[in-house]
Structures are given as structure tokens and as C-alpha cells.
């Protein structure tokens, strides 16, 4: 469903050994392996890491999330958990919506798309002191 290997990031391993490629995209294959089909080299790593190899996929249609955007009842969250940026949680990855969604809502479709705008308080009244 991701359509191409570059739209798989890998973003989880148990073994030690393959946590370099944490952060690289499926496609990448020339770091993964030795010039093997992208679909090949996510089997192996499977195998080589024994776990089913945490990875983000991105799936969705930048014209229908802007379409989505736009509509009057959409509320914006998350599912990803939220893990401590320190201690043994650094050993492991996340998924980056876990930090990354309100960020790219704001900065992305708010401030550089201008998709959707933030609608501004007024400053408290001004009351004279007495």
C-alpha cells in the first residue's frame, strides 16, 4: 500500500546491530544489503532481527489530508504513545508522529501552506486600575 520502498522508513530494531538503520527508508537497499529488492532486504531484516521491525509508512494523499484539513469538524491528535526523551528510552525509536504531528500541523499546513489559519484571541481589555 506504501507504493514504493522509499515510503517505508524503518524506525525500530531489537538487535543492536542493525539499529544504524534506523531512520533510513526501505528503498535505501544499498545500506540495508547488498544490492537486493528493497522487498527481499525488509524479509531479511525480519528474519536477522526476530521481531517484526517497527516502521512508518507514509500512506496518505497530500491533496486529501489538505482537503481533510480544511473541514470544519476535523480535530487533530495522535495514537503514538509518548516516550521519554532520556534514560533507557533512548534505545529504541518511536514513531514520529509521536513528537511530530502538532509541529508539522503548525508549521507545515498553518505557517507555510496557509491551508488552514489559527484563529487569534484578543488581548484581554485593557480596565483602567481603581
Do not use: C
Not at 58 to 82: C, H
Not at 97 to 109: D, E, S
Amino acid at each position: 500500500m506504501a507504493g514504493s520502498p522509499d515510503r517505508v522508513k524503518f524506525i525500530g530494531f531489537r538487535k543492536a546491530a542493525l539499529k544504524p538503520l534506523t531512520g533510513h527508508d526501505a528503498g535505501a537497499s544499498d545500506e540495508a544489503s547488498a544490492g537486493t529488492p528493497a522487498e527481499d532486504t525488509m524479509i531479511d531484516l525480519v528474519i536477522e532481527d526476530h521481531s517484526r521491525v517497527e516502521t512508518a509508512y507514509f500512506l496518505m494523499s497530500e491533496d486529501n489530508v489538505k482537503l481533510g484539513i480544511r473541514q470544519p469538524w476535523v480535530a487533530f491528535g495522535s495514537d503514538a504513545e509518548s516516550s521519554s526523551p532520556e534514560g533507557v528510552f533512548l534505545k529504541s525509536s518511536t514513531h514520529p508522529r509521536a513528537y511530530g504531528n502538532v509541529a508539522r500541523l503548525l508549521g507545515h499546513y498553518v505557517r507555510e501552506e496557509n491551508v488552514i489559519t489559527l484563529p487569534r484571541r484578543d488581548p484581554a481589555p485593557h480596565r483602567p486600575a481603581g
